[in-house]
């Protein structure tokens, strides 16, 4: 995956329309990640939507630096305007080959641009079926971002020193389901979980 460039604008969009979808009451439901609420996924993705597209345009600061697991992340009032925002600057960002060159860094961690392009890719299909699961929506990911993430998720599954701080164990599926399915495996949930 790390020589290829992904357009991560149809992805952005299915993750803001999936956004636009939650309904007030649903901040509070479970979702397929532990300990992480539907309005801490609604957080989660607009810090990483930040964080990588400042990783893309090389504006390393606080965005960059900042380790996901820092602190459980929560909406504030303004969410519903300031996440399709977020995530159309992210997708912007990515559109310069110049982001997937070079060195950058997320999560305070160095990372090859096209790393890093990988991971936000990474990021928005398997989160976006975290939100999708939730909260009982349709999700189809794009079919160029659901290809580089199951790639970049299958090379990760390989690495022998893991890391398990971002991905769970995998869990089993069969060879022959639907990619999505695969790549959800892959990252360490089961592709049929409901709440």
Same mark, same amino acid.
Request: hydrophobic share 45%.
């Given at each position: 995956m790390t020589d290829t460039i992904v357009d991560l604008g149809p992805q952005t969009l299915i993750v803001a329309r999936l956004a636009a979808g939650v309904r007030d009451g649903q901040l509070t439901d479970v979702t397929p990640c532990p300990?992480?609420? !539907?309005?801490?996924?609604?957080?989660?993705l607009l810090?990483?939507?930040?964080?990588?597209?400042d990783a893309g345009r090389k504006d390393l600061g606080v965005?960059?630096?900042t380790s996901p697991n820092a602190a459980v992340p929560d909406i504030g009032p303004g969410w519903r305007e300031e996440l399709p925002k977020v995530l159309d600057e992210l997708a912007e960002?990515?559109?310069?080959p110049a982001a997937w060159t070079g060195e950058t860094r997320a999560g305070g !961690? %160095?990372?090859?641009?096209?790393v890093a392009g990988a991971v936000a890719v990474d990021e928005l299909v398997i989160h976006g079926w975290?939100?999708?699961?939730?909260t009982g929506q349709d999700y189809e990911p794009d079919p160029a971002a659901l290809e580089a993430a199951h790639g970049f998720l299958l090379a990760a599954?390989?690495?022998p020193n893991r890391p398990?701080?971002?991905?769970? %164990? +995998? !869990?089993? +599926?069969?060879?022959?389901?639907p990619l999505l399915d695969r790549a959800v495996g892959l990252s360490g949930r089961d592709p049929g979980w409901r709440p």
């Amino acid at each position: 995956m790390t020589d290829t460039i992904v357009d991560l604008g149809p992805q952005t969009l299915i993750v803001a329309r999936l956004a636009a979808g939650v309904r007030d009451g649903q901040l509070t439901d479970v979702t397929p990640c532990p300990g992480c609420a !539907v309005r801490n996924m609604l957080g989660h993705l607009l810090g990483l939507a930040a964080a990588f597209r400042d990783a893309g345009r090389k504006d390393l600061g606080v965005t960059t630096d900042t380790s996901p697991n820092a602190a459980v992340p929560d909406i504030g009032p303004g969410w519903r305007e300031e996440l399709p925002k977020v995530l159309d600057e992210l997708a912007e960002a990515w559109r310069d080959p110049a982001a997937w060159t070079g060195e950058t860094r997320a999560g305070g !961690v %160095p990372l090859p641009g096209a790393v890093a392009g990988a991971v936000a890719v990474d990021e928005l299909v398997i989160h976006g079926w975290d939100l999708a699961r939730a909260t009982g929506q349709d999700y189809e990911p794009d079919p160029a971002a659901l290809e580089a993430a199951h790639g970049f998720l299958l090379a990760a599954a390989d690495e022998p020193n893991r890391p398990q701080g971002l991905f769970g %164990p +995998v !869990v089993p +599926v069969p060879a022959d389901a639907p990619l999505l399915d695969r790549a959800v495996g892959l990252s360490g949930r089961d592709p049929g979980w409901r709440p």
